[in-house]
């Protein structure tokens, strides 16, 4: 009942203070008991501009696509006009995997309720700590942007994880 009451009512997600709240106690219990934990930020990437009913399509299609297909610890809010995952107990593998499968899952579906295809899809970017170390809510936010924005630079149906970046920058130094 408590849990309900900090859902969005109307879409069953959280609301980003809600999320980011619940992030800092997640980080806090990773850094006590070492452990890992992941985000993954999604954003919706469309071919053209969409219309407000395919806007709000979309959206509906995606946020019952994160309440169905995530595990019942994983934590499906809103972000800063996208989607934020937190996901305790996650290794880099697994929320990958876990990013993997809802970018496939929501690509070639149709978002309208007339079933008329429209060029949209989803982008990922996967932030992961592996627990123990000092980490921030502000840093794991800023890696997993950092990995969506990539991931939007790419082009519709990418997942970019932030090590990906890191790596990157390093060769270039």
């Known amino acids: 009942m ?20 619940l992030l800092d106690g997640e980080l806090l219990r990773a850094r006590r ?3 890992p934990i992941a985000l993954l930020y999604i954003g919706l990437c469309f071919v053209e501009s969409p219309s407000p009913e395919i806007m709000e399509s979309a959206h509906s299609y995606l946020t019952n696509i994160l309440l169905t297909g995530l595990r019942e610890v994983d934590m ?15 290794d880099a ?4 995997k876990a990013a993997q499968r809802l970018v496939e899952e929501f690509h070639g579906k149709r978002v309208t ?28 936010l800023s890696r ?3 990995a969506l924005w990539e991931a939007h630079r790419r082009g519709p149906r990418t997942l970019v994880e932030f090590d990906e970046l890191k790596g990157r920058r390093n060769k270039k130094q």
């Open 2 to 21: 408590e849990q309900e009451a900090r859902l969005d009512a109307k879409s069953g997600l959280y609301p980003q203070k809600m999320l980011e709240s």
């Open 33 to 35: 008991y070492p452990s």
């Open 76 to 90: 499906p809010g809103y972000y800063q006009g996208n989607y934020l995952i937190v996901m305790p107990e996650s």
């Open 93 to 96: 593998g697994g929320a990958r």
């Open 113 to 140: 309720r007339e079933l008329k295809e429209f060029g949209v899809s989803i982008c990922a970017g996967v932030a992961f700590h592996p627990g123990g170390d000092e980490i921030t809510a502000d840093e794991m």
């Open 144 to 146: 997993a942007s950092s």
